[in-house]
């Protein structure tokens, strides 16, 4: 579990979700010398609202972000994108969580879905396990750098692109089965492990 934890991390940073500052945790307290993250709050509070998560991420992907701050909500316009549909919601406050009453508001944006969008700021995942909270994270950046290409390419008149009806994104709703998160964790583990 441990090297999970560590792999999610090092995924998030060669990626590109993150650098210095995007993390993964499963909810384990380990003992330790140290300072936590100042935004422990995001997991803390993530963890108390819904006993039902075994991993969360926090990142700072740079598609998402641009989402933010453009006011374009986050549409499915690829498979991978299924999974998030009405599961992605949106926390307007702009800042750092480093309260218990910041990481409530946030974990309740969240709510039951599968991700929160923090507008210009980045992501939070909250799944069963890190692993597919790892690779929720990665395909939600995937969906927001597609939907901004595509923006891009209809000269940012978001009625032009073509997204995905209700029906066919709910025909494409198991990406994130085990089967796939394991296929795409595989993946992005070989990817986080190259040499760089």
């Not at 750092?96 to 992501?123: K, P």
């Amino acid at each position: 579990m441990r090297r999970d934890v560590a792999l999610a991390n090092r995924i998030l940073e060669r990626c590109g979700l993150s650098t210095v500052f995007g993390h993964a945790t499963n909810g384990a307290v380990l003992s330790g010398e140290g300072v936590p993250n100042s935004e422990l709050w995001i997991h803390a509070r993530a963890y108390a609202a819904r006993p039902d998560l075994g991993g969360v991420v926090h990142a700072h992907p740079p598609a998402c972000i641009c989402l933010t701050q453009i006011g374009q909500p986050h549409r499915i316009v690829h498979n991978q994108g299924g999974p998030f549909l009405d599961r992605v919601a949106e926390y307007e406050r702009i800042g750092l969580i480093r309260s218990r009453e910041l990481g409530d508001a946030l974990a309740r944006a969240l709510g039951s879905g599968i991700a929160v969008m923090m507008r210009g700021h980045g992501i939070t995942t909250g799944c069963a396990d890190v692993r597919t909270a790892t690779v929720a994270a990665c395909f939600l950046e995937e969906s927001a750098e597609l939907q901004l290409q595509m923006l891009a390419a209809v000269g940012g008149d978001a009625a032009r692109v073509r997204v995905f009806t209700r029906e066919e994104a709910e025909r494409v709703g198991d990406q994130l089965t085990m089967p796939i998160v394991e296929r795409a964790w595989e993946y992005y583990a070989t990817i986080a492990s190259a040499p760089s």
